[in-house]
């Protein structure tokens, strides 16, 4: 199957505007970027994907030994470039698709012309003096408890994940997403997701890049953001008024606004 098939590709917006390409995380779909789209797709194509396993993707070309890295996912959205022969691409990943994008753009910057890292962490493990927001020892439980009872986890988790206690309507939908996810497959991309480290590919990006952080984030911390802005050179750090992991959910608005502002520029 194609890209456009397997990875269930959408176009929308602006045909001969530039390109953004929208990838997301972890236990999500292309449908987590619904609320941005329509103020993106006032100025840019927009095109979205959901990564093999995910929403109305082709499940049967899903592969442990594939996706066991995020070199599998990487390879996908290059693929997805070349079958749309999309060039000048402005990369949207959000969070473990932040490195995703990382990884793509390193491999071919000929096609990526931008990243915009939302939520970015490139790895979730404190080492030493950087803070990466979890122990190894809470990677390890969380990986447990996701394999001994996903659907509970997901329950448990989204709404951590999500952050907004004021807003349960946010958590219950992040729930959902994760709970139509195939365990087995959650299971792998997980792994491959907290165990990833990412770090020293931060130092190769080589196209301007734009780092967007919430104020407060369980997930992916401030400090966290602040040491992709501090490796990527060049790079612009902005701190968006909201909290959680998912602010194309959370604060749409502001999401949008920042990626079109970068993305629109020369």
């Excluded at 497959?185 to 907290?194: D, Y």
């Excluded at 612009?236 to 502002?261: F, K, M, N, R």
Aim: proline residues 6%; glycine residues 8%.
């Amino acid at each position: 199957m194609d890209a456009r098939g397997r990875n269930n590709v959408v176009v929308t917006g602006v045909a001969d505007g530039p390109t953004v390409l929208l990838a997301h995380g972890f236990g999500c779909d292309q449908n987590l970027w619904r609320l941005v789209v329509p103020a993106l797709a006032e100025r840019f194509r927009v095109v979205l994907f959901d990564h093999v396993g995910a929403g109305g993707s082709d499940l049967s070309a899903w592969s442990e030994r594939r996706y066991s890295t995020l070199d599998g996912y990487a390879a996908d959205v290059l693929d997805i470039c070349s079958e749309l022969d999309l060039r000048d691409v402005v990369l949207v990943g959000h969070s473990v698709s932040a490195m995703i994008a990382v990884l793509a753009a390193n491999r071919d910057p000929s096609r990526i012309a931008k990243l915009v890292l939302l939520t970015p962490s490139p790895c979730y493990i404190d080492d030493g003096d950087y803070r990466g927001g979890f122990s190894r020892a809470d990677i390890d439980e969380l990986l447990e408890s996701l394999d001994s009872n996903y659907l509970g986890w997901s329950a448990v988790m989204a709404p951590v994940i999500m952050g907004n206690p004021d807003r349960p309507e946010l958590g219950s939908e992040l729930t959902e997403s994760f709970c139509r996810t195939d365990p087995a497959i959650a299971r792998v991309f997980a792994q491959t997701t907290f165990l990833s480290d990412n770090r020293a590919d931060l130092t190769g990006v080589t196209v301007p890049t734009l780092v967007l952080q919430c104020s407060q984030d369980a997930i992916a911390p401030p400090e966290v953001g602040r040491f992709v802005h501090e490796r990527i050179r060049g790079s612009e750090l902005v701190t968006l008024d909201a909290t959680g992991h998912c602010p194309q959910l959370s604060a749409p608005e502001a999401t949008a606004a920042a990626i079109t502002a970068f993305a629109g520029t020369p």
